[in-house]
């Protein structure tokens, strides 16, 4: 397996697999977000977007590392973290250490960069992916949470992000 930054010939297929991962995932439609899943190319243009290609060149899943809180992609407003967002792996290979190879391409770039540490948001249904982070050493940090309140959530019923943080 290859970790390397996504090429344009490779955005079609990541966002594919990173709806298709994420569909698994929730017991609700996407909605809105199923779009920005799919819009590799704009994440791309904004951040670094890695994938890990498989031996027959096929790609095995993707992550989105936000280098800084001043990039669009940033869930956070601290100038000394970076971000990890769209953690993604088809669902036909998962458990077999690419989630893990991504994170820690994310955690090195981090480092090199040096970052204070890294911020990462997750759902309660990603609980495969969260048992990773932990493994890893981020910490759950409720004060970092984030409730989305736009359609078709709202102030009453948001939708919460629960923070996790690695201190470099």
Same mark, same amino acid.
């Given at each position: 397996?290859?970790?390397?930054?996504?090429?344009?010939?490779?955005?079609?297929?990541?966002? !594919?697999?990173?709806? *298709?991962?994420? !569909?698994?995932?929730? /017991?609700?439609?996407?909605? =809105? +977000?199923? $779009?920005?899943?799919? %819009?590799?190319?704009? #994440?791309?243009?904004?951040?670094?977007?890695?994938?890990?290609? *498989? %031996?027959?060149? =096929?790609?095995?899943?993707?992550?989105?590392?936000? &280098?800084?809180?001043?990039?669009?992609?940033?869930?956070? =407003? /601290?100038?000394?973290?970076? *971000?990890?967002?769209?953690?993604?792996? /088809?669902? #036909? $290979?998962?458990?077999?250490?690419?989630?893990?190879?991504?994170?820690?391409?994310?955690?090195?770039?981090?480092? !090199?960069?040096?970052?204070?540490?890294?911020?990462? $948001?997750?759902?309660? +249904?990603?609980?495969?992916?969260?048992?990773? +982070?932990?493994?890893?050493?981020?910490?759950?940090? &409720? *004060?970092? %949470?984030?409730?989305?309140? %736009? @359609?078709?959530?709202? =102030?009453? !019923? &948001?939708?919460?992000?629960?923070?996790?943080?690695? @201190?470099?």
């Amino acid at each position: 397996m290859e970790i390397r930054p996504v090429r344009p010939d490779d955005f079609d297929a990541l966002g !594919e697999l990173t709806v *298709g991962a994420y !569909e698994a995932l929730f /017991d609700e439609p996407l909605g =809105d +977000y199923a $779009h920005e899943l799919r %819009d590799v190319a704009g #994440r791309a243009a904004d951040s670094v977007v890695l994938v890990a290609i *498989g %031996d027959r060149r =096929d790609v095995l899943g993707g992550v989105t590392y936000v &280098p800084g809180s001043a990039r669009a992609m940033s869930e956070f =407003d /601290d100038v000394d973290a970076a *971000g990890i967002r769209m953690l993604a792996v /088809d669902p #036909r $290979h998962q458990g077999h250490g690419i989630g893990r190879a991504l994170v820690d391409e994310c955690v090195r770039l981090a480092r !090199e960069a040096g970052r204070a540490r890294i911020v990462l $948001h997750s759902t309660i +249904y990603m609980t495969a992916a969260q048992g990773l +982070y932990r493994s890893l050493g981020f910490v759950r940090t &409720p *004060g970092r %949470d984030v409730s989305i309140t %736009d @359609e078709p959530y709202s =102030d009453d !019923e &948001p939708f919460l992000l629960v923070a996790f943080v690695l @201190e470099l």
